[in-house]
């Protein structure tokens, strides 16, 4: 997996806010870098005299930037690590905008009801060739429309994203299977 460096840069130009300057992140990936904003302020002579925010922090206001900076750092980090998990080639034009909220990846999802359907299909098959029981199909069947049901009572949707399934969605099902399971047909 590729490594993003971050370095930290102060802007030099005078601020809008009492003469307070912006600092941005440079980010490194193999031999391009990019600049990102981190929407944190300081003035020249404290970023000079605390050496980039690495020396020792005497006033409140640069420590509070100095975490903030620091858990900046962090999610550039792990939204590194979110856009390696798609499989895409990651790189700093993407981060970037991921980063600023411009674009969503596509997330290969994988619907409940769809991977029960491709079970019952499957086990169809072994049905009719006599490997299966014919019963534990319809089983399998009313499984498929007790969940079809659940789903689009509870959530209103025809499919649910099987990374959405969480403990509180199995305590509704559950709820669900021994009370309401009746109306479905």
Not at 15 to 21: D, T
Not at 25 to 54: D, F, M, P, V, Y
Not at 76 to 102: C, P
Request: aromatic share 8%; net charge positive; glycine share 6%.
């Amino acid at each position: 997996m590729n490594h993003v460096k971050s370095k930290l840069l102060h802007q030099a130009r005078k601020g809008k806010k009492k003469g307070l300057c912006p600092i941005f992140a440079k980010l490194s990936l193999g031999n391009k870098s990019t600049t990102i904003t981190t929407g944190k302020l300081i003035s020249k002579e404290r970023w000079n005299s605390t050496s980039n925010l690495k020396g020792t922090l005497r006033l409140e206001s640069e420590k509070i930037v100095q975490e903030s900076l620091d858990i900046f750092k962090l999610n550039v980090e792990r939204k590194m690590n979110e856009l390696s998990k798609f499989g895409a080639d990651v790189s700093l034009e993407l981060l970037k905008t991921e980063f600023q909220g411009k674009t969503i990846p596509s997330k290969k999802t994988v619907g409940i009801i769809s991977i029960i359907e491709k079970h019952n299909a499957y086990f169809k098959k072994k049905a009719n060739a006599g490997d299966r029981a014919a019963t534990s199909l319809q089983k399998y069947e009313r499984a498929k429309t007790l969940l079809a049901c659940f789903v689009s009572r509870q959530y209103g949707r025809d499919e649910m994203d099987a990374m959405e399934i969480d403990s509180a969605f199995v305590f509704n099902l559950e709820s669900y299977l021994r009370y309401d399971s009746t109306q479905c047909h």
